[in-house]
């Protein structure tokens, strides 16, 4: 058990590692970064949103939950920070959304549930839009340039 979590967690590391391998590439006329959504009614929406659905798990500044990086007795982590000071930057806006649609890949990692059947498109696309607005600018660039290079793969 111990063993396939650190080979989950070493395979996790790496492909997060393997997406930063184009950082410091020069920026093309069509890599250049988007600014953060501004939208207040979006952003207003994102934080209901949060709050009524994602903040008992997350947190209500989503600072995640105390010790989140050390699984509890059952291999099961508990739910990460979304406020830039976690994990969630390392992943593409693609997966964000998968995830908070259906819910966390099977295994021992985590147990974040399905939202499809009681979030509409709009509502995912404005909670993951309001937690972005916390994160530090640095972590949103950084976000930014491993989003831009999934999506370059993905074509």
Known sequence: MKMTRMLTALTLGLAVTACDRG???PMTASSTPQARVSDPELL???KQVFMDN???CHGRRAEGAPDWR???AQGHYPPP???G???AWHHPKTMLRQVIREGSPPGPQARMPAWKDRLSER???AVI???QSLWPEQVYQAWQQMDRRAGQKNQ
């Open 70 to 72: 050390t699984p509890n």
């Open 129 to 131: 839009a309001w937690f």
């Open 23 to 25: 950082a410091g590439t």
């Open 44 to 46: 207003a929406l994102g």
């Open 81 to 83: 920070p979304l406020d």
């Open 85 to 87: 000071s976690g994990h």
């Open 54 to 56: 994602c903040a008992r």
């Open 123 to 125: 509502e995912i696309q």
